[in-house]
């Protein structure tokens, strides 16, 4: 029902960074909830950042202080912000959104229901 769509994906340096952008299809309406996820191969899916209709926004403690988020008001629209990047951030990022209720506070956003996800966006750091 929900359309998805992330990009900004990419192969980069460490140390260097990279913008990802996530849309949803529909106007943002009422309380929701839209949240950047990562997966690499052999672990499992790890949340990233949460922000919602409130503004409330969490940013996982492996990426913050380098990691931001951001949104568009009145629309579906979330971008991430990746700056030092490390090895270790290679994996999918997926974005999800949840477009009948706000963030529940802190990591517990990452398990909000989310009603639409996209087919991910593969970001490599290496040498």
């Known amino acids: 029902q929900v359309r998805v769509t992330e990009s900004g994906g990419g192969s980069v340096q460490p140390g260097g960074s990279l913008t990802l952008s996530c849309v949803a299809s529909?106007?943002?309406?009422?309380?929701?909830?839209m949240a950047w996820f990562r997966q690499s191969p052999g672990k499992e899916r790890e949340g990233v950042a949460t922000i919602d209709n409130e503004a409330d926004m969490y940013i996982a403690e492996s990426v913050v202080g380098r990691f931001t988020v951001s949104q568009d008001n009145g629309v579906y629209s979330l971008t991430l912000r990746m700056d030092n990047l490390r090895p270790e951030d290679t994996a999918m990022y997926y974005c999800?959104?949840?477009?009948?209720?706000?963030?529940?506070?802190?990591?517990?956003?990452?398990?909000?229901?989310?009603?639409?996800w996209g087919q991910g966006t593969q970001v490599t750091v290496s040498p």
């Open positions: 999800a959104v949840d477009t009948e209720a706000d963030c529940w506070p802190g990591a517990r956003g990452f398990r909000n229901h989310f009603n639409g």
């Open positions: 529909g106007y943002a309406v009422g309380a929701y909830c």
